[in-house]
T-cell receptor, first 114, second 109 residues
Framework: DSGVTQTPKHLITATGQRVTLRCSPR?????VYWYQQSLDQGLQFLIQ???????AKGNILERFSAQQFPDLHSELNLSSLELGDSALYFC?????????????FGPGTRLTVL | EDQVTQSPEALRLQEGESSSLNCSYT??????LFWYRQDPGKGPEFLFT???AGEEKEKERLKATLTKKESFLHITAPKPEDSATYLC??????????FGTGTKLQVIP
């Protein structure tokens, strides 16, 4: 158990809908990262927050957005969902968000878009 | 753009048969190279961080090494519980970690 929690574990929805994924980092960690993992692709970095502020952005679609709240939990919002958005979404956290920080991953949310 | 290529894509070993997984990379200023283990349907589990060429780290039956162009994950006398996908990742000049697609290891009793 990494100490990172993600809810829900599974999510099934329809095209065009909007969903919110939630992540609570390990106690004491200030930085949160979001990744997407599709069947045939590696982990794709989406976005990073540090202490409530956006720090780095990866291949995140405009239909996706995220935020980190004062209690350091984070939410990833996915809207106008398409079939291709079906994937595992992982949250990770690290102490300070530096480039050599160890990232600890949560168990993931499996999103299925029908 | 930083790039990570892992080989082979899949590897099947008999229990006790040692082998190595390869991670070749191109990066603009390596800050750190990471190895993770991922079980099906679960989040990656951190194994090692290597910072500079020549560095080696060990944990039980696993040993990670680093050169200027590649990293190896050596598995000595593997057991069935070592079966998993092993992911290599790096951080470089860009403000993010880039992951490879992994090597799926199966160890047969």
């Amino acid at each position: 158990d990494s100490g990172v929690t993600q809810t829900p574990k599974h999510l099934i929805t329809a095209t065009g809908q909007r969903v919110t994924l939630r992540c609570s980092p390990r106690s004491g960690d200030l930085s949160v990262y979001w990744y997407q993992q599709s069947l045939d692709q590696g982990l794709q970095f989406l976005i990073q927050y540090y202490n409530g502020e956006e720090r780095a952005k990866g291949n995140i679609l405009e239909r996706f957005s995220a935020q980190q709240f004062p209690d350091l939990h984070s939410e990833l919002n996915l809207s106008s969902l398409e079939l291709g958005d079906s994937a595992l979404y992982f949250c990770a956290s690290s102490v300070a968000g530096g480039l050599t920080d160890t990232q600890y991953f949560g168990p993931g949310t499996r999103l299925t878009v029908l | 753009e930083d790039q990570v290529t892992q080989s082979p894509e899949a590897l099947r070993l008999q229990e006790g048969e040692s082998s190595s997984l390869n991670c070749s990379y191109t990066v603009s200023g390596l800050r750190g190279l990471f190895w993770y283990r991922q079980d099906p349907g679960k989040g990656p589990e951190f194994l090692f961080t290597l910072y500079s060429a020549g560095e080696e780290k060990e944990k039980e039956r696993l040993k990670a090494t680093l050169t200027k162009k590649e990293s190896f994950l050596h598995i000595t006398a593997p057991k069935p519980e070592d079966s998993a996908t092993y992911l290599c990742a790096l951080s470089g000049g860009y403000q993010k970690v880039t992951f490879g697609t992994g090597t799926k290891l199966q160890v047969i009793p």
